[in-house]
C-alpha cells in the first residue's frame, strides 16, 4: 500500500500522544476517582466534536521529547449543546501538565482562534507551574513575555476555567483572568506549590490553607463555586455558558420558558416580612420572581450580604443583583462591594440586562472597612455602573437607604425604577434619623421620639418619590414577575439587537 511505513509512524505517534503519561498513571487516577485530561473533554464535549489540535506537540528539549507527549496539554475545539467552544485539557501525568514553550504556543493559537471565531474558552486546569529547567536563567527569561497579549482579557468572548487539581502557574493565571471558575473540593490554586512556598518562607503549609476551596470561595472570591467531582465541576461549566452568548456580538440565547413559572409569586407576601427589622433570605424572593429553577448564583460564600445570580425571565437572561438581609442584614460590606462590580462587568460585557433587587441599610461601616479601603470599592462600583450600557431595572422592596440607594441603581443609574408599598427611601433607619437629627434617645422622651420618627418614616414612603417620578411604578409584590417580563421587553433595544457598547470589557478581572 502507498505510503504505508509513513501512515504506520504517524499511527504510533497518535497512540503514543494518546496514552499520556502512560497506563500507571493513568490507572492511579482512576483508582482516586479522578478523570484524565481527555475523559474530561469527552465528558464536557458532545460526542465526536473535537477536533484535536497539536496532538503531535512535544517538548522543545531533544531529552524530554519522549517524555511529553503532546506536551502535557490537549488542545482544541469542540461544541457543547451544539455550541462551538474552544478548551485546553491539562495532562497532569505528563510532567505535571507543567508550563513550555511549546504548549504555550498551543494555549495561544486556541485562544487567538476562540475569539477570532467567536468562541468561549474553557480552561480545565491541574499543572505543576513553570518546566523546571525549562525556565531557569537567562534562556528561560527570554521565553517569559513573548506574547503580549498573553493576559490580556477584552472579553470579546467568555473564558471559563475549571480548577481540578494542583493549580499553579498558569492554571492560576488563567483562572483569575476568567468569567466563572469552578473548583473541586481537594484542588488548589496559588502562586506557587505548598513545597515551594514553604521553602520560601521557612515553615510548613498546609495545601488546603494555602489555596483551597474555602480560601477561594469564601474569602478570596476568585472562585465561584466549590464542587466534589470532576463531573460536577464540568457540569457547572456548561450551565454556565448556557446563558452567555458565545461572543460579545451576539444576544444570550433565549430558552423555552418551564410551566408553572408563573405561579411561585403568589405567596410572595408570605416570603418578605413587613417589619423593616425582620430577616429573610433574598434567594427565596429571587426563585418565585425568575423562570423557574433558572436561578444561577454567582460566589454564594463570597460577600454574602449580596446575592449576584445569572438567571431567565420570560425565557431570556437577566442578571441579578440583590441585598439579602439573611446575612449582615443586608448592609454592603467591601466583599460585596467587589462582588457587585465583577457582576456587573459580566453582565454589561456579554449583552445581560440587569435588575437590582433593592432592600439595604446602607453600606457597613467601621474600622475593618476602612482599612480594607471601602470608599475605594463603593466608587469602583459607582464607576462600573455609570459605564454600564445594557437595560438596568431597579425594584426597592423595603430599606434603599443612603449612599448605597446610588449603587443599587437609584437615581439615573436605572433605566426603570420601581418600588413595593413597603419601600422605605431614607437616608438611614428613622430611628437612627431621629437621633442624628434632634439628638433625641427613646428613653429620653419615648413620645417625642415616637412622633418624630413618624415624620420622618413619612417622608421615606415610596409616594413622594413616585409623585417626583423618581420612580417610574409601585407595584403590588406579587405584579413583580410580570412587571419584570413587561418592562424587560420594552427596553430590548431592537436598534442594536440587545447588544451593549462593552465599555467595561477590560476592567480588571480582579483588583
Given at each position: 500500500m502507498p505510503f504505508e511505513a509513513l501512515l504506520d509512524e504517524l499511527a504510533r505517534r497518535r497512540a503514543k500522544a494518546l496514552a499520556m503519561g502512560g497506563a500507571e498513571k493513568l490507572e492511579k487516577r482512576r483508582a482516586q476517582g479522578v478523570l484524565d485530561a481527555r475523559q474530561r473533554l469527552d465528558y464536557l464535549l458532545d460526542a465526536g466534536t473535537f477536533v484535536e489540535s497539536g496532538l503531535l506537540a512535544t517538548s522543545f528539549r531533544p531529552e524530554m521529547v519522549e517524555k511529553s507527549p503532546a506536551d502535557g496539554k490537549v488542545a482544541g475545539f469542540g461544541a457543547i449543546d451544539g455550541r462551538p467552544v474552544a478548551v485546553v485539557s491539562n495532562d497532569f501525568t505528563t510532567l505535571g501538565a507543567s508550563s513550555s514553550v511549546v504548549n504555550g504556543k498551543k494555549i495561544r493559537h486556541v485562544?487567538?482562534?476562540?475569539?477570532q471565531s467567536g468562541m468561549p474558552l474553557i480552561l480545565l486546569g491541574e499543572s505543576a507551574?513553570?518546566?523546571?529547567?525549562d525556565r531557569m536563567g537567562a534562556p528561560g527569561r527570554a521565553i517569559l513575555g513573548q506574547d503580549a497579549q498573553e493576559y490580556l482579557r477584552d472579553r470579546r468572548t467568555p473564558w471559563v476555567s475549571a480548577l481540578l487539581g494542583s493549580c499553579y502557574g498558569s492554571s492560576t493565571w488563567y483562572a483569575c483572568l476568567s468569567d466563572f471558575v469552578v473548583m473541586r473540593k481537594g484542588a488548589t490554586m496559588a502562586v506557587?506549590?505548598?513545597?515551594?512556598?514553604?521553602?520560601?518562607?521557612?515553615?510548613?503549609?498546609?495545601?488546603e490553607e494555602l489555596g483551597g476551596w474555602k480560601l477561594h470561595t469564601a474569602v478570596t472570591g476568585l472562585v465561584d463555586v466549590a464542587v466534589d467531582?470532576?463531573?460536577?465541576?464540568?457540569?457547572?461549566?456548561?450551565?454556565?455558558?448556557?446563558?452567555?452568548?458565545?461572543?460579545?456580538?451576539?444576544?444570550?440565547p433565549v430558552v423555552a420558558v418551564p410551566a408553572g413559572s408563573d405561579d411561585a409569586i403568589a405567596d410572595i407576601l408570605d416570603v418578605v416580612p413587613e417589619s423593616r427589622s425582620a430577616v429573610y433570605d433574598m434567594r427565596a424572593v429571587i426563585g418565585r420572581i425568575v423562570d423557574r429553577d433558572s436561578m444561577f448564583e454567582m460566589k454564594p460564600r463570597f460577600g454574602k450580604s449580596i446575592v449576584t445570580a445569572l438567571t431567565r425571565v420570560d425565557g431570556r437572561t437577566v442578571g441579578v443583583i440583590a441585598n439579602n438581609p439573611m446575612f449582615k442584614g443586608g448592609s454592603i460590606d467591601v466583599d460585596a462591594c467587589n462582588k457587585a462590580?465583577?457582576?456587573?462587568?459580566?453582565c454589561d460585557s456579554y449583552n445581560i440586562p440587569i435588575v437590582f433587587l433593592v432592600d439595604q441599610p446602607g453600606f457597613l461601616i467601621g474600622m475593618e472597612g476602612e482599612k480594607r479601603g471601602a470608599p475605594g470599592r463603593i466608587m469602583n462600583w459607582m464607576n462600573a455602573l455609570s459605564l454600564v450600557s445594557v437595560p438596568r431595572v431597579t425594584i426597592t422592596l423595603r430599606k434603599n437607604f443612603g449612599q448605597a440607594?446610588?449603587?443599587?441603581?437609584?437615581?439615573?443609574?436605572?433605566?426603570?425604577?420601581?418600588?413595593?408599598?413597603?419601600?422605605?427611601?431614607?437616608?438611614?433607619d428613622p430611628a437612627t434619623g431621629v437621633n442624628v437629627l434632634h439628638g433625641l434617645k427613646r428613653e429620653d422622651d419615648p413620645e417625642r421620639f415616637d412622633v418624630l420618627?413618624?415624620?420622618?418614616?413619612r417622608d421615606s414612603a415610596p409616594w413622594p418619590l413616585a409623585g417626583l417620578y423618581e420612580a417610574q411604578a409601585i407595584i403590588d409584590p406579587r405584579e413583580t414577575r410580570a412587571y419584570l417580563k413587561s418592562i424587560l421587553q420594552v427596553h430590548r433595544r431592537a436598534p442594536t439587537g440587545g447588544i451593549g457598547q462593552h465599555r467595561l470589557q477590560h476592567w480588571p478581572t480582579s483588583y
Open positions: 485562544r487567538t482562534v476562540a475569539t507551574g513553570s518546566r523546571m529547567p506557587a506549590s505548598s513545597k515551594v512556598t514553604a521553602l520560601a518562607i521557612k515553615q510548613a503549609v498546609d495545601p467531582t470532576d463531573e460536577e465541576a464540568l457540569d457547572y461549566v456548561k450551565r454556565f455558558l448556557g446563558y452567555l452568548p458565545s461572543y460579545n456580538g451576539e444576544a444570550p462590580t465583577s457582576f456587573l462587568v459580566l440607594y446610588l449603587n443599587m441603581g437609584g437615581g439615573r443609574n436605572s433605566d426603570e425604577a420601581a418600588a413595593w408599598p413597603s419601600a422605605d427611601f431614607g437616608f438611614m420618627m413618624k415624620e420622618i418614616a
